[in-house]
């Protein structure tokens, strides 16, 4: 059972190998920390957010593992002190679920019977058990 169709539309076969290619460059050039510059990682981590959109579209599975990938590329924008990307916004209202609202409390029935000053019957003394 094939999850994805053998054809992609036009352009998108051609654009995925660039990247592919410019990944695996990227990756040869900047084999060390003192490679990056801060523009570099913002520009890289932007790629990223950018793919991780694109990907979501592919299939159901891929939505929500993108999902989780913006959530974490978000969070690394934080701990890198920039600012938040401009598909953050985008994602978060593609994937955003229902909130979850708290049930409504059930109330407490009124109370019937007696009421709360009941103290008991009082059985005469003359009476016998066999006679309640």
Excluded: N
């Excluded at 159901?60 to 690394?76: C, E, F, K, V």
């Amino acid at each position: 059972m094939d999850l994805l169709p053998t054809t992609a539309a036009p352009g998108v076969t051609e654009r995925a190998e660039a990247l592919a290619d410019a990944a695996c460059e990227l990756h040869d050039a900047a084999s060390t920390p003192a490679s990056w510059s801060a523009a570099a990682v913002e520009d890289a981590v932007e790629a990223m957010e950018t793919t991780a959109l694109a990907l979501a579209a592919a299939h159901p599975d891929a939505a929500a593992a993108m999902l989780a990938i913006g959530q974490q590329l978000a969070q690394l924008r934080a701990r890198l002190g920039f600012p938040p990307g401009e598909h953050a916004a985008a994602a978060v209202e593609e994937h955003q679920e229902e909130p979850v609202v708290p049930p409504t409390p059930i109330r407490p029935r009124q109370r019937r019977g007696l009421g709360p000053g009941y103290q008991g019957l009082q059985i005469p003394p003359g009476r016998t058990p066999a006679e309640r």
